[in-house]
Each structure stands twice: as structure tokens, then as C-alpha cells.
């Protein structure tokens, strides 16, 4: 990746190239994951989160049509979590909190309560959008819906997310318990880092290498 300026006005940026396609048209057009392949997309995104956590950067929009797979045969580097558009820093949040000036951004499916209602977003923030990715890769549809924003922001923040139901096969109890915890509905009952939630997916064994 590199930026500049050519002429010295004219501002550019050079981006990778994918091939492939997002996670939300393949979940549509195959109406789902299987849970091998759900797994290998929450190992590489738990990856990525590891690294932008590190680096003090919550993305803040983590859904399906975010989240990028790669066409190659190597399976390494195959998921990419796109659009930082929105993200911020640990300094940006606690800024906009002290100023008052905290305002609702993200996608309403896969918003967290505390982003919702304005509160300080962490790293917890992004591990409830995973949670929100994965129910939709599995079951084929969000954790919430609702006529409206209005009713959708309600759901979320005072209601349970429906029985996880994978729509190609059934969904092995550790990892709906794992996912369950993504999506509670304070950051202190989800994992305390993307690092802990990594070593505990990689406990339940379902990542072989496969392609989703």
C-alpha cells in the first residue's frame, strides 16, 4: 500500500488488488457456511483483529460484506477484513466520549450495545461484529432483524439472539457457545481479547484448511 501525491495536488492511493468475492454474496449464494468453513473465517478475522488491536485500532463495522475472501490456492492471508472507514483508536474514543461528540456509526445488524448506545467501543466491540458475522455465515440470515432501525437497535440491546441453527448442518455446541459469548450483550461477559477468543476457537478443533 503507498499514498501521495502526484504533481504534488493531486492526492493517490495504491491498494492490493483481490480477486474473489465478499462473505456476504457468498453467504447469499450459498445460503450459508458450512461449519469447517465458518471456522477458518473466524480463525483468519480473530488474525486480523489480533493485529489491529495490537495496534490500538477498533474497525467498529465488522460485517459479512467487510469481510473479503481471497481466491488462491494458499489458504494463509485467504480472508481479508476490509473498510476501516469508521474505526478508531483507543485515544479517538476516549476523546469523543470526553467532548461529548460520540456519534452511532456502523451497520445496525452487527452493532454492539455500547456502540448503539454511544458508549465507549474496545476491542470487545469488534468481537460481538464477529459474533454477528458468524451467526449470519451459519444460519444464512443476522442474529437480529426488525422492521425498523429503531426496533433492530431495541432488539439488540435488550434481547437474546435466536437459537443458532446452521442452515447446511448442525453447529457444534462449543462453537455456539463461543459465538453466544460474541454476542453478549456486555463487553465484559465476551472474551477478554481477540488473542483469548483465538486460542479458544483453536481449542475446538474445526479449522482443517479449508477454503470457504
Same mark, same amino acid.
Given at each position: ?24 454474496a457468498r453467504i447469499r449464494r450459498r445460503g450459508g457456511l458450512r461449519v469447517e468453513q465458518a471456522a477458518l473465517v473466524a480463525r483468519e478475522m480473530l488474525r486480523g483483529l489480533v493485529a489491529a488491536h495490537h495496534k490500538g485500532i477498533i474497525h467498529c463495522d465488522l460485517k459479512p460484506a467487510n469481510v473479503f475472501v481471497v481466491e488462491r490456492r ?7 477484513? !476490509? ?7 483507543? &485515544? ?26 454511544? &458508549? $465507549? ?8 461484529? !464477529?459474533?454477528?458475522?458468524?451467526? $449470519? ?7 437480529? &432483524? ?67
Amino acid at each position: 500500500m503507498d499514498a501521495g501525491f502526484v504533481d504534488g495536488t493531486t492526492p493517490y492511493l495504491v491498494m492490493e488488488r483481490l480477486r474473489g468475492e465478499n462473505l456476504e454474496a457468498r453467504i447469499r449464494r450459498r445460503g450459508g457456511l458450512r461449519v469447517e468453513q465458518a471456522a477458518l473465517v473466524a480463525r483468519e478475522m480473530l488474525r486480523g483483529l489480533v493485529a489491529a488491536h495490537h495496534k490500538g485500532i477498533i474497525h467498529c463495522d465488522l460485517k459479512p460484506a467487510n469481510v473479503f475472501v481471497v481466491e488462491r490456492r494458499v489458504e494463509a492471508g485467504q480472508i481479508k477484513i !476490509l473498510d476501516f472507514g469508521i474505526s478508531k483508536t483507543g &485515544q479517538d474514543a476516549m476523546r469523543a466520549l470526553e467532548s461529548g461528540e460520540e456519534q452511532v456509526l456502523g451497520t445496525p445488524h452487527y452493532m454492539a450495545p455500547e456502540q448503539i448506545q454511544g &458508549q $465507549e467501543v474496545g476491542p470487545g466491540t469488534d468481537l460481538y461484529g !464477529l459474533g454477528g458475522v458468524l451467526f $449470519e455465515a451459519l444460519a444464512g440470515v443476522p442474529p437480529f &432483524q426488525g422492521p425498523d432501525k429503531k426496533q433492530m437497535f431495541r432488539a439488540i440491546c435488550d434481547t437474546l439472539p435466536p437459537p443458532l441453527v446452521g442452515r447446511r448442518e448442525p453447529v457444534p455446541e462449543g462453537f455456539r457457545q463461543l459465538i453466544a459469548r460474541f454476542l453478549a450483550k456486555s463487553p465484559g461477559h465476551r472474551p477478554a481479547s481477540a488473542a483469548e477468543a483465538l486460542v479458544e476457537l483453536e481449542r475446538l478443533g474445526l479449522v482443517a484448511g479449508q477454503a470457504p
